[in-house]
């Protein structure tokens, strides 16, 4: 079975500024997926980004980047150059074919970008 | 870009009566999940569907729900006779076999129990 584990219910960053968003995992496959789903207020999952555990180069997707430490089971969300439209819940996510075909989601973390 | 579709957005119930929760994947996709997500609360996997029939389904799945997929393009969520606790966001999502296992979801279809 898997798991994952979000520690922060809410953060809040000031425009223009950086922040990370905290996630574990955990896992007995050695083949699954990660991700980070953003969820704004009309609670719509939207895709952020997504890293293959097999891949040892951190994702990154224009102003979001990960930090995936495999060994610590560690999947980290930065956003950089925060905007007031990056408000919303973030959720950390797993999948691995090959334990079943569902996503595992973490218990989320409410961000705030303040102005 | 191809998207999910559900309806209707929001869907009002007498506890007891039956509810269909409609879907309508990306077309060239072959895998369909239903999750849920109680106000407030984590997302939750109830089932996927692949080949015309269940390929898993979690402890929440009981005999209540169940899924069908009519024709070729509808994929739907039934709750026999819905409780209270049912009250929830409910997403459809969708992925093919080759897009690095992305699940694209639908805008949900809020449920709410009366």
């Known amino acids: 079975a898997q798991t994952v584990t979000q520690s922060q219910p809410e953060m809040s960053v000031q425009e223009a500024e950086t922040v990370t968003l905290s996630c574990t995992y955990d896992t007995s496959e050695n083949n699954y997926y990660l991700f980070w789903y953003k969820q704004p207020p009309s609670r719509q999952m939207i895709l952020v980004i997504r890293q293959e555990a097999y891949k040892q180069q951190n994702a990154t997707e224009n102003r979001f980047s990960v930090n995936f430490q495999k060994a610590a089971k560690s999947f980290s969300l930065k956003i950089s150059d925060s905007q007031l439209g990056d408000t919303a819940m973030y959720f950390c996510a797993s999948f691995s074919g090959t334990s079943g075909s569902r996503l595992t989601f973490g218990e989320g973390t409410q961000l705030t970008v303040n102005p | 870009e191809p998207e999910v579709t559900q309806t209707p957005s929001h869907q009002v119930t007498q506890m007891g009566q039956e509810v269909i929760l409609r879907c309508v994947p990306i077309?060239?996709?072959?895998?369909f999940y239903w999750y849920r997500q109680i106000l407030g609360q984590k997302v939750e996997f109830l089932v996927s569907f692949y080949n015309n029939e269940i390929s898993e389904k979690s402890e929440i799945f009981d005999d209540q729900f169940s899924v069908e997929r009519p024709d070729g393009s509808n994929f739907t969520l039934k709750i026999r006779s819905t409780k209270l606790e049912d009250s929830a966001m409910y997403f459809c999502?969708?992925?093919?076999?080759?897009?690095?296992?992305?699940?694209?979801f639908g805008p949900g279809t809020r449920l709410t129990v009366l």
């Open positions: 999502a969708s992925r093919d076999s080759t897009r690095y296992n992305e699940q694209f």
């Open positions: 077309s060239n996709h072959l895998y």
